[in-house]
């Protein structure tokens, strides 16, 4: 028997995010802070390079090993089903524009900073819930996942916390509309 990288997207996403967490930690002490955390209002610069890249890069910026954990005991799950059933490049699209959405829309509507993958997260959750329907129908899975996950979020988001529950909301919204629009390959 021999270990295979099965899910090439997966795999790199989780190792490119551990990286620069243990980075993070040991040699470069505010390497999250400054390359992947995306500013709050006012703290977005059309003309800084790394205000762009930011975008981007929050989603492979954690915390700390549990917000890490956190987020890719669920990313190890589901991405390589979902790899399986949209190819990787597709899942690495999806990935590029929850984590697009999900940072410009922290930027120009709240002031806090956006840091982590747990938008990237719900995307996914939503997503796996079309792998297997046909055209035309809504899957009675889709709208359980919808009001239990969706629901809970919109419900914490009246609490005080550091957890961007508009994160979640934005990328279960984007799993959503990939879901419905960009049907798994079988």
């Not at 938008?119 to 939503?126: H, N, S």
Request: hydrophobic share 50%; net charge positive; with cysteine.
């Amino acid at each position: 028997m021999k270990i295979k990288y099965n899910a090439p997207t997966t795999l790199t996403f989780t190792f490119i995010s551990a990286a620069a967490l243990i980075l993070n930690q040991t040699l470069f002490h505010g390497l999250i802070r400054t390359w992947f955390m995306v500013s709050g209002r006012g703290g977005f610069h059309p003309g800084s390079i790394r205000s762009w890249v930011t975008l981007f890069t929050h989603v492979a910026g954690h915390a700390d090993i549990n917000h890490f954990l956190s987020n890719f005991s669920f990313i190890l799950l589901i991405g390589p089903i979902l790899e399986e059933n949209y190819g990787s490049r597709a899942l690495l699209m999806m990935i590029a524009v929850t984590a697009l959405v999900t940072g410009a829309l922290n930027t120009f509507l709240f002031s806090s900073s956006l840091l982590g993958a747990s938008g990237v997260v719900f995307m996914m959750i939503l997503l796996a819930s079309f792998t297997n329907f046909n055209r035309g129908e809504i899957p009675l899975t889709f709208i359980l996942i919808l009001v239990l996950y969706v629901g809970r979020e919109l419900i914490n988001s009246f609490r005080a916390d550091t957890i961007s529950e508009f994160a979640h909301i934005a990328g279960g919204f984007c799993g959503s509309l990939f879901g419905f629009f960009r049907p798994a390959k079988r």
